[in-house]
């Protein structure tokens, strides 16, 4: 499916995405994939995210420490 077909009718693309991976092209070119959320999990392998794991154990009792990383910013110079 080109880009300018997926802007005309997302909805297809979506439909079509319940059979299989919809590719979109860009210039004649793969751009993109759309995928059903159950073919990406499928494909991620049921990982998890931080968020979710922390909502399923109701927040309470989880300790996270996240590392600070230096150099990544400067100070502004507001002279």
Same mark, same amino acid.
């Given at each position: 499916?080109?880009?300018?077909?997926?802007?005309?009718?997302?909805? *297809?693309? +979506?439909?079509?995405?319940?059979?299989?991976? &919809?590719? =979109?092209?860009?210039?004649? +070119?793969?751009?993109? &994939?759309?995928? %059903? =959320?159950? *073919?990406?999990?499928?494909?991620?392998?049921?990982?998890?995210?931080?968020?979710?794991?922390?909502?399923?154990? $109701?927040?309470?009792? &989880?300790?996270?420490?996240?590392?600070? &990383? $230096? $150099?990544?910013?400067? *100070?502004?110079?507001? %002279?």
């Amino acid at each position: 499916m080109t880009s300018r077909e997926f802007n005309q009718s997302a909805s *297809e693309a +979506k439909r079509a995405s319940l059979s299989g991976p &919809v590719f =979109i092209t860009d210039r004649g +070119k793969p751009s993109h &994939v759309l995928l %059903s =959320i159950d *073919e990406y999990r499928k494909l991620a392998g049921g990982m998890t995210s931080l968020a979710d794991a922390i909502a399923q154990h $109701g927040g309470g009792g &989880v300790d996270f420490d996240a590392p600070r &990383v $230096g $150099g990544l910013y400067r *100070e502004a110079d507001l %002279s």
